[in-house]
């Protein structure tokens, strides 16, 4: 099956409610936000749009059906992603298909989570079944400890040393501190990666992401609809789930398993690519991102990262806001966090961490820890509307 083109779409109006490291407000009020300020971007109003997609969560007991009659909106389409870091791609592939079916005109795909002081403790009692039944009861809990074993076993397999994954952690800070809504505002250096205080050896703190309450958004239309607003097409996209059940430990995600068919659909290849956006709730997983996208072979990454330079004026910028490293982890919104950002990259509005002359931006969502590995995988190649 060779999918369909997304030809006569545009994204459009890319949004960011400033994070803030707890907020007694609800995810209704992170999301409203969001959609109102990708609205205000496109000229629009609530009644102009006749699609909705939500990542997020912690909008329970709610659902997004009852954000509708919250919000005011009144809908032909409306969808639910929750997928974690994968709700971005996975949203934005599910509301070009809608806009090209005539299903929905103007899309908006908004994520958003809040963050009480307990909420992480919460999300991670209730966030699978698999976990309350085979993780926890052993005392081993949490994302840090799962992906401890991840990272240790590609040390080994692949010869990279912390210092490798220090690289990129540095770098996204270096890119946060050009980035006014990055929570994490001090410079770091790579001693003091090497020296932070361990957490779930061999992860150490700098490695680990911030939980905090935040909101992303944009809008997805039809080209003709987009009028004068600077506007991205879309190449390719790609989605897989539960990709090499048979692995032991997860040194490879669904890309490896999609890579070659999805840069033939984009017609261009990762040379072609301006900047890359990799989801980074660890920095090994977006080394394998790296190299399941075709970027350099397997377990080349860190000779990788260690000849480039992954800064925004660098010859390989990546996670150009700062990622999740250095930016903060708002929920649903991580997943959101990349694509947001390649979209200002390629249509020109990313202010001071604008690439110059970016065009096109490779985007991979990575979601979903469930037991032993995340589950969920996805990209997606944007292009600036000239």
Wanted: with cysteine; net charge negative; proline share 5%.
């Amino acid at each position: 099956m060779i999918p369909r083109a997304y030809d006569g779409v545009a994204v459009v109006a890319p949004v960011t409610v400033p994070y803030v490291r707890y907020s007694q407000e609800t995810a209704h009020w992170w999301i409203a936000r969001a959609l109102k300020a990708a609205l205000d971007a496109a000229g629009l109003g609530p009644r102009d749009i006749d699609g909705l997609s939500v990542s997020s969560f912690s909008l329970a007991p709610d659902t997004p059906v009852g954000l509708t009659q919250h919000l005011g909106l009144t809908l032909n389409w409306l969808d639910t992603v929750p997928m974690g870091g994968m709700s971005g791609v996975a949203a934005l592939r599910r509301a070009a298909r809608a806009v090209q079916a005539g299903d929905a005109e103007i899309v908006a795909c908004v994520a958003g989570d809040a963050n009480h002081i307990d909420s992480f403790r919460r999300l991670l009692g209730n966030f699978s079944r698999f976990s309350q039944d085979a993780v926890y009861p052993y005392g081993y809990g949490g994302p840090n400890a799962c992906f401890a074993l991840l990272m240790d076993a590609y040390m080994a397999d692949y010869g990279v040393e912390r210092a490798d994954f220090g690289r990129i952690a540095v770098a996204q800070r270096e890119n946060a501190l050009r980035n006014p809504h990055a929570l994490m505002k001090s410079p770091l250096t790579l001693e003091q990666y090497l020296n932070a205080r361990a957490i779930s050896d061999p992860i150490a703190l700098f490695d680990c992401v911030m939980p905090c309450a935040g909101a992303e958004a944009f809008l997805v239309m039809r080209e003709d609809r987009a009028g004068g607003l600077p506007a991205a097409r879309v190449l390719a996209t790609m989605e897989r789930h539960n990709a090499f059940p048979e692995d032991p430990i997860q040194l490879r995600g669904g890309w490896a398993d999609q890579a070659a068919a999805f840069w033939d659909r984009a017609g261009v290849g990762p040379s072609d690519m301006d900047l890359l956006q990799t989801y980074d709730d660890y920095p090994v997983i977006s080394m394998m991102q790296i190299e399941d996208l075709d970027f350099c072979e397997k377990g080349a990454a860190g000779a990788f990262v260690r000849a480039r330079d992954l800064t925004v004026t660098g010859d390989f910028p990546h996670n150009t806001s700062g990622g999740q490293l250095s930016v903060g982890q708002a929920g649903a919104a991580g997943g959101y966090l990349g694509l947001v950002e390649a979209l200002r990259q390629v249509t020109g509005q990313a202010g001071p961490t604008q690439v110059a002359g970016a065009r096109r931006a490779a985007v991979s969502g990575f979601g979903m820890v469930n037991y032993d590995r995340g589950v969920c995988s996805g990209a997606a190649v944007l292009e600036g509307v000239a």
